[in-house]
């Protein structure tokens, strides 16, 4: 089988003094500190509790420079864009929340995860203690950070729950904890690595196969059922002008999932789309509900949706996937669907995950060689700067305005979109209609 783990406990590496942040000491053996406790702090997105966290939640997303990144000049409207698409957003989320029984079951699952996953480090042998970091919602990774300094964690673990790296996901979450980290001494010096991505270990593959060949034997004509990865979507341009590695990484996991589910017997056939868009700008192609309908007119009757990006359960897969993506698989003349359950805290699931942190444990405080991920493991900074060295503006998911990135007319721009905010804002409560609704989330 061709999917490989880096090895343990084999560090081609390169190691760091964490008080020299700017890596001029010479590389040195990284030693372990005479009281060792270890922690790892699982990365997730966090969701809103209740339909109250709706809109401040959504605010907390779109004030997010990995999701709109505005260019310098105009970076001190930021709070004020993630206000109005926020509020503009706010009821049809709203919607998405009650449909599901009022809010998002992150938080729950995430935590079931945590504690599973405490349980099968100490079945392994490895006491260590698991936090909960949230990007957008409690508990915040400010607080995880909190808790991890108080109990004097000496050698930190960071867990992405993403299989893929995606800069808007764990690639948002790890610059945050980088500043984080800049800016508190005691964090400073703590040693800990990061493991990027994971969606190519054995473990997470069997499981994920796992789930689906149990899905499958539940239809009739189990071969002609098509496997439907559904991944979450992110814009076109980061993948092609800043560089995401999210979609090659989502390619080579479907291509690795498919592998071991044919070599299980399973000879369906396939198709990999992607969900979940926001806004008018371009996206991954292709989209979900057009590749639904096509599968539809090209006579599939049978259908299997697996969600692809993420571990647990949440509106994407409960609202759109089981309610959305169904009734319009339904009309597209597909009778028979079935969807894989989020691995939430499946055995095997926890077991590799576990598997991972002690794999990454000789790697704390060091730049692990080259592994089969397309972002390297290692320290926050370096890892940062591996994948996204230049910084480069992202353009962004919601455009406002793409009039050019000269100085002047950068100024101009942020000018005129001000003057242009004011106006519709203006407009709106005059009209009571909502304009930049209609312009901006057109879906
Ligand atoms: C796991 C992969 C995800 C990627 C990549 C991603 C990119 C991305 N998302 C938005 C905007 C929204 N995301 C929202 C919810 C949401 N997003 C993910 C995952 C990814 N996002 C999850 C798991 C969730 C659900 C959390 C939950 O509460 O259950 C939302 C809010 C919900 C909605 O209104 O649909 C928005 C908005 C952008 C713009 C983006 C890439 C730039
Ligand atoms: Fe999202
Ligand atoms: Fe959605």
């Known amino acids: 089988m061709p999917v490989q783990r880096p090895a343990a406990a084999t560090p081609d590496v390169v190691c760091f003094d964490p008080q020299d942040t700017k890596g001029t000491s010479a590389p040195a053996v990284a030693a372990t500190p005479a009281v060792d406790k270890v922690g790892v702090l699982l990365l997730n997105l966090g969701g809103p509790e209740r339909l ?178 559904s991944a979450h979507g992110v814009p076109k341009s980061y993948v092609e002008e800043a560089g995401d590695p999210y979609k090659e990484e989502m390619e080579e996991c479907v291509r690795l999932i498919m592998e071991e589910l044919r070599a299980r017997g399973h000879a369906n056939s396939y198709t990999l789309a992607y969900q979940s868009r926001v806004g008018p700008a371009e996206w991954l192609k292709p989209y979900t509900d057009e590749s639904i309908r096509q599968l539809g007119a090209r006579g599939v009757k049978s259908m299997l949706a697996v969600p692809i990006s993420f571990v647990s359960e949440h509106i994407e897969t409960l609202e759109e996937i089981d309610m959305e993506y169904r009734e319009l698989a339904e009309e597209s003349g597909i009778r028979n669907w079935g969807r894989v359950p989020a691995l939430n805290t499946n055995d095997a699931f926890i077991g590799d995950l576990a598997d991972a942190v002690l794999e990454a444990l000789p790697y704390v405080g060091c730049l692990a060689g080259p592994t089969d991920s397309l972002v390297p493991m290692g320290d926050l900074e370096m890892l940062l700067q591996a994948y996204d060295r230049e910084r480069r503006t992202l353009p962004s998911p919601v455009e406002f305005w793409e009039w050019g990135w000269t100085k002047s007319a950068e100024t101009w721009n942020g000018r005129i979109a001000m003057i242009a905010i004011i106006v519709i804002l203006l407009l709106e409560g005059v009209s009571g209609q909502s304009i930049l609704k209609n312009l901006i989330w057109a879906e």
Not at 55 to 79: E, G, M, S
Not at 148 to 174: A, C, E, H, M, W
Not at 189 to 210: E, F, K, N
């Open 52 to 229: 109250s966290d709706v809109k401040p939640f959504l605010y907390n997303l779109f004030a997010d420079p990995d999701i709109i990144r505005l260019p310098q000049t105009v970076k001190f409207l930021q709070p004020l864009l993630a206000t109005i698409i926020s509020t503009l957003r706010a009821p049809k989320s709203a919607e998405g929340y009650k449909a599901i029984g009022g809010g998002s079951p992150l938080r729950k699952i995430t935590d079931e995860q945590a504690e599973a996953l405490a349980a099968a480090l100490r079945a392994k042998g490895q006491a260590a203690d698991v936090y909960v970091g949230m990007r957008y919602w409690h508990p915040y990774t400010e607080e995880a950070l909190e808790d991890i300094k108080r109990d004097g964690v000496t050698r930190l673990v960071i867990l992405p729950l993403y299989p893929q790296f995606s800069i808007s996901t764990s690639g948002s979450s790890l610059r945050l904890l980088e500043s984080l980290f800049r800016s508190d001494a005691a964090l400073k010096s703590l040693r800990h690595t990061v493991i990027p991505s994971w969606y190519q270990r054995r473990g997470y593959v069997c499981a994920m196969v796992d789930l689906m060949v149990q899905e499958l034997a539940k239809f009739r004509d189990r071969e002609n059922v098509e496997i439907f990865f």
